[in-house]
C-alpha cells in the first residue's frame, strides 16, 4: 500500500521479495513500480548481495526498511526482522531519510546482550521490534543529516494481524509514505518514533548510547559488517 501511494504521487519505487515468485506478485499489485529486487533475507549473504543490487541502481532518497516475520523460530526473526536492517543500513549508499517499522509490542521488547540468534536465547517478536526503534534511533545519532525514524503502523487486518485487528491499514501505510518524502515540518525530523503521522511514546531505553553501541556491536559481530562512520 505504501508503495502504491508512493507511485500514485509520482515517485520512482523500487520493491524487494524474499524470492522471485514473491516478486512477481509485487509487480502485480503495484505495476507502476520500476523493479523489483530479490534477496531471502533470513541469510546474511542474500542481504549483502541485496545491498550491492541497490547500489548498483544509483542513490535511493529514501528507503523504507518494512520487512518481518511472526510466529517463527528464534534464529529466522533476529535474522530477518534484527539482522538484515542493520546490513542494508550499513551497506546500501546513504539516503535523505530511512524508515524503519516497529510495532507497539516493542513496550514489551528486551533490549538484551546476548546473541538472539541461537534458538536457545529467550527472543521474540517484541524484542526485534525494539531493535528496529534502537537502530532507528541510533542511525539518528550517528548520521545526523539522515532523517531516521521508527514507525508503529498498528494492529492493523493484515496476515500477521489478523481479519480482527482493530487499526486502520491505511493510516501505517500513509505514515511511510508520509516520512519518506514529505516536506512537511513534522516529517523532516529525526530520531523519533511515529504513530498514524503523530510522534508517539517509545521506550525510552532505545534512546541509551550505551544500548546502541552495545546492539550495533552485537550485530557487527555477527554479520561482520562494522557500522559506517559519518
Same mark, same amino acid.
Given at each position: 500500500?505504501?508503495?502504491?501511494?508512493?507511485?500514485?504521487?509520482?515517485?520512482?519505487?523500487?520493491?524487494?521479495?524474499?524470492?522471485?515468485?514473491?516478486?512477481?506478485?509485487?509487480?502485480? *499489485?503495484?505495476?507502476?513500480?520500476?523493479?523489483?529486487?530479490? !534477496?531471502?533475507?533470513?541469510?546474511?549473504?542474500?542481504?549483502?548481495?541485496?545491498?550491492?543490487?541497490?547500489?548498483?541502481?544509483?542513490?535511493?532518497?529514501?528507503?523504507?526498511?518494512?520487512?518481518?516475520?511472526?510466529?517463527?523460530?528464534?534464529?529466522?526473526?533476529?535474522?530477518?526482522?534484527?539482522?538484515?536492517?542493520?546490513?542494508?543500513?550499513?551497506?546500501?549508499? *546513504?539516503?535523505?531519510?530511512?524508515?524503519?517499522?516497529?510495532?507497539?509490542?516493542?513496550?514489551?521488547?528486551?533490549?538484551?546482550?546476548?546473541?538472539?540468534?541461537?534458538?536457545?536465547?529467550?527472543?521474540?517478536?517484541?524484542?526485534? *521490534?525494539?531493535?528496529?526503534?534502537?537502530?532507528?534511533?541510533?542511525?539518528?545519532?550517528?548520521?545526523?543529516? %539522515?532523517?531516521?525514524?521508527?514507525?508503529?503502523?498498528?494492529?492493523?487486518?493484515? *496476515?500477521?494481524?489478523?481479519?480482527?485487528?482493530?487499526?486502520?491499514?491505511?493510516?501505517?501505510?500513509?505514515?511511510?509514505?508520509?516520512?519518506?518524502?514529505?516536506?512537511?515540518?513534522?516529517?523532516?525530523?529525526?530520531?523519533?518514533?511515529?504513530?498514524?503521522?503523530?510522534?508517539?511514546?517509545?521506550?525510552?531505553?532505545?534512546?541509551?548510547?550505551? %544500548?546502541?553501541?552495545?546492539?550495533?556491536?552485537?550485530?557487527?559481530?555477527?554479520?561482520?559488517? !562494522?557500522?559506517?562512520?559519518?
Amino acid at each position: 500500500m505504501t508503495a502504491k501511494l508512493l507511485v500514485d504521487q509520482g515517485h520512482r519505487v523500487v520493491l524487494h521479495a524474499r524470492n522471485a515468485d514473491r516478486g512477481k506478485q509485487a509487480l502485480e *499489485k503495484v505495476p507502476g513500480a520500476e523493479k523489483v529486487l530479490i !534477496g531471502d533475507l533470513s541469510i546474511i549473504e542474500e542481504t549483502k548481495k541485496l545491498a550491492s543490487e541497490v547500489n548498483k541502481l544509483g542513490h535511493f532518497e529514501a528507503i523504507i526498511q518494512n520487512a518481518g516475520v511472526y510466529q517463527a523460530p528464534n534464529k529466522l526473526i533476529f535474522a530477518v526482522n534484527t539482522l538484515a536492517p542493520y546490513i542494508l543500513t550499513c551497506l546500501i549508499k *546513504k539516503p535523505e531519510r530511512l524508515i524503519y517499522l516497529s510495532s507497539g509490542m516493542h513496550l514489551q521488547g528486551d533490549p538484551g546482550s546476548n546473541d538472539f540468534s541461537h534458538d536457545t536465547v529467550r527472543f521474540g517478536y517484541s524484542d526485534s *521490534k525494539l531493535h528496529a526503534v534502537i537502530l532507528s534511533m541510533a542511525v539518528s545519532r550517528k548520521w545526523p543529516l %539522515v532523517y531516521s525514524n521508527a514507525v508503529n503502523p498498528g494492529w492493523v487486518p493484515t *496476515k500477521m494481524g489478523g481479519s480482527s485487528a482493530p487499526d486502520h491499514l491505511e493510516k501505517g501505510a500513509e505514515t511511510q509514505a508520509w516520512l519518506a518524502v514529505s516536506n512537511d515540518k513534522e516529517a523532516k525530523v529525526t530520531g523519533r518514533y511515529f504513530y498514524h503521522m503523530r510522534e508517539h511514546h517509545f521506550l525510552t531505553v532505545a534512546s541509551d548510547p550505551v %544500548v546502541q553501541e552495545k546492539f550495533l556491536a552485537l550485530c557487527e559481530e555477527i554479520s561482520g559488517v !562494522g557500522f559506517p562512520a559519518d
